[in-house]
């Protein structure tokens, strides 16, 4: 079955970090470029980071340059996202997808909320 699983999610205080996973079968991410979006109560999904089919490029959006870190393991079949100095407005529902997304590969993703 074609599908992305995302895990990793939870509820953290301000200024911490988490690691979210993103586990795709292999007819998903080989060669293709993939990405983090986000989901925000009220608001539009977003690309947040997105990553090259061999993992050399990255790039993301200004709200989240220097905190967060997209990676991928081909090998595997996971793409990453490593979230530090999380702040509030970064609670969201996390999803990955490629990049441009397919609107036929959106999973549950996964919730992050930031929170004192």
């Known amino acids: 079955q074609v599908q992305l699983v995302e895990s990793g999610g939870g509820l953290v205080q301000p200024g911490g970090s988490l690691r979210l996973s993103c586990a795709a079968s292999g007819i998903i991410s080989r060669g293709n470029a993939m990405g983090w979006y986000r989901q925000a109560p009220g608001k539009e999904r977003e690309l947040v980071a997105g990553?090259?089919?061999?993992?050399?490029?990255?790039n993301y959006v200004d709200a989240v340059k220097g905190r967060f870190t997209i990676s991928r393991d081909n090998a595997k079949n996971t793409v990453y996202l490593q979230m530090n100095s999380l702040k509030p407005e970064d609670t969201a529902v996390y999803y990955c997808n490629r990049k441009p997304a397919s609107m036929f590969l959106w999973g549950q993703g996964t919730q992050v909320t930031v929170s004192s």
């Open positions: 990553i090259s089919s061999g993992g050399a490029n990255t």
